[in-house]
């Protein structure tokens, strides 16, 4: 839920002032590449320009200690860290240094429908904060906190409808993307973000949704990712969106597969990797990345024409990845400026048989991602 202070026309200065440029201390790290250091890097890192905390899961009735019923629903938690617009040297204590946005969404799968809200904030005055020595980030009372055995999330919407309070056990150790967590985005070498995931997150989750409460269990996934410079561009052509998928395999293992596009919806950049069940991760190269489109869904409310089935090829095999559910269109043109397809989705072998669930987001179908637009195109807060 947007804040009644923010206007307009101040969304508007606040969007002309997030240009990105080349991170320029890359250059120095050629050939000896940064690595993450725990705990820390669970925290914020407020000289970066751009930064979010990406929790999405899908959930299902639980019978028994070890048993599931099947996907009931799907969720997302957003947090996202913005630099500025006020110069980190502003004097007066209400300069807008630090922005937080989020975005929160519930999909009911059984009952076929989206409920969403979102917010935007200055940090500090315990309004909205990002902890730099852990991850504990808030926005009055949407929270996501780490703890010794993993992570505790809660959110709530009175506009939407709903809530959900979240324990989430890691059960496995950080999975850094790219190469040692710095994951390019773009033939250009200074075109990259740190990032890493927290897969297979064992998730207990007590939602309220259209006056009742239900007790839920699955798994989730938590992106974490920070960067100065994101979206790739070659020989002048700028990427005007991308194709994520962050999937846990009912194996254990987890695969994560994005494609950076051209306007004319051709491949410019790609990336992603495999976790095995036993821990061991494989990265893959842009040529080992094909994402072919076998179905889309037009939104009613937008227009837009999303891809929500594909045929999926990366050094696994061919996979297909299709939707839960198609209408799981994102309207947050309130806080970050822009519409986008955010939904559960589901890994199958091409014989049929589940491999695995987890998220799919696609982005630059609907509005220009506005968020990381000034000096050149940009985007909402992702991969």
């Known amino acids: 839920m947007m804040m009644n202070m923010v206007t307009a026309l101040r969304r508007r200065r606040l969007l002309q ?14 050939g000896k590449v940064p690595s993450l250091q ?3 890097d669970f925290g914020a890192h407020p000289a970066q320009s751009l930064e979010w905390w990406y929790l999405t899961g899908v959930l299902g009735d639980v019978f028994s200690e070890r048993e599931l019923g099947p996907p009931r629903l799907g969720y997302q938690l957003t947090f996202f860290r913005v630099r500025g617009p006020a110069p980190p040297d502003h004097p007066s204590r209400f300069a807008a240094r630090q922005l937080l946005l989020a975005h929160a969404a519930v999909t009911d799968l059984a009952g ?3 409920q969403h809200d979102q917010r935007l904030a200055r940090a500090g005055f315990g309004i909205a904060e990002a902890s730099e020595s852990d991850c504990d980030v808030h926005l009055r009372d949407w929270f996501l906190r780490r703890n010794e055995a993993g992570y505790r999330a809660g959110f709530a919407s009175k506009t939407g409808g709903f809530a959900l309070e979240l324990r989430l056990q890691t059960t496995q150790p950080p999975l850094l993307q790219g190469q040692q967590g710095l994951s390019r985005k773009g033939p250009d070498p200074a075109q990259f973000s ?11 989750a007590q939602l309220q949704l259209g ?12 992106d974490h990712e920070w960067s100065d410079n994101l979206l790739g ?3 002048g052509e700028q990427a005007v969106g991308w194709d994520w998928a962050g999937i846990n395999l009912s194996d254990g293992g987890a695969l994560t597969v994005f494609r950076l596009r051209r306007a004319d919806g051709t ?3 790609a990336g992603g990797s495999w976790r095995k069940p036993g821990g061991a991760s494989q990265d893959f190269a842009p040529a080992q990345i094909s994402m072919a489109p076998l179905r889309h869904w037009r939104s009613p409310a937008s227009g837009a024409n999303y891809p929500v089935a594909w045929r999926i090829t990366t050094p696994l095999g061919q996979l297909e990845l299709r939707t839960l559910l198609d209408a799981q269109e994102v309207d947050a043109r309130a806080s970050t400026g822009m519409r986008y397809w955010e939904g559960a989705a589901e890994l199958l ?8 669930l987890g998220y799919l987001e696609l982005t630059g179908y609907a509005d220009g991602m506005a968020l990381l637009r000034s000096q050149g195109p940009g985007k909402k807060l992702k991969p």
Do not use: C, I, N
């Not at 740190?194 to 207990?204: A, I, K, M």
């Open 17 to 30: 002032a997030l240009g990105l440029t080349s991170l320029p201390g890359l250059a120095q790290s050629e």
């Open 38 to 40: 725990f705990p820390r």
């Open 112 to 114: 076929g429908k989206l």
């Open 194 to 204: 740190h990032y890493y995931s927290q897969v297979q997150l064992q998730t207990e």
């Open 211 to 222: 006056g009742k409460t239900r007790q839920l269990s699955g798994r989730s996934w938590l």
């Open 233 to 235: 561009a070659q020989g």
């Open 267 to 269: 491949q410019l950049w």
């Open 349 to 356: 072998s091409l014989d049929g048989q589940r491999l695995g």
